[in-house]
């Protein structure tokens, strides 16, 4: 609506607003849940990642299923697309089990599709060095 009322009207920043609107569109693109999983499959196919379950239930605020779980480093990882991570309640939810999450000793790593697409490298090497810390803490710990 907003779009339809503006167009031919000289608005300041409307060159910057239409790209952001035409983006949150209900029918702009969106990748399905496969390929964001999928996404996640890659970056976890490395040797130095120890091994990691997918749809993973676990009882943090309330009962949950995580999109991958590395128990060895007690890690979650969640791949956030825009049909489920949009709204204020999504929002809300996830924040409140991330911090269930944390309350106990877990830690949650959250990528989009843009960062599994246009950063695959830098995510990959997040996640190796977050997993480095968390095993050097465990490691500390039992001795």
Request: net charge positive.
């Amino acid at each position: 609506m907003i779009r339809r009322r503006s167009i031919g009207a000289r608005i300041r920043g409307a060159a910057r607003l239409f790209p952001l609107l035409d983006e949150r569109a209900a029918d702009a693109w969106e990748p399905s849940g496969n390929q964001l999983e999928g996404m996640l499959d890659r970056l976890v196919d490395h040797p130095d990642v120890p091994a990691a379950t997918r749809q993973y239930p676990l009882t943090l605020a309330a009962p949950s299923i995580v999109d991958l779980y590395i128990a060895a480093w007690r890690l979650i990882l969640e791949a956030d697309g825009r049909r489920w991570h949009s709204r204020r309640a999504d929002f809300e939810r996830d924040r409140r089990r991330d911090n269930a999450a944390a309350a106990q000793g877990l830690v949650v790593l959250r990528f989009t599709w843009q960062m599994l697409t246009r950063d695959f490298a830098g995510c990959q090497r997040l996640l190796l060095e977050t997993g480095a810390r968390r095993q050097a803490l465990f490691q500390t710990k039992v001795q």
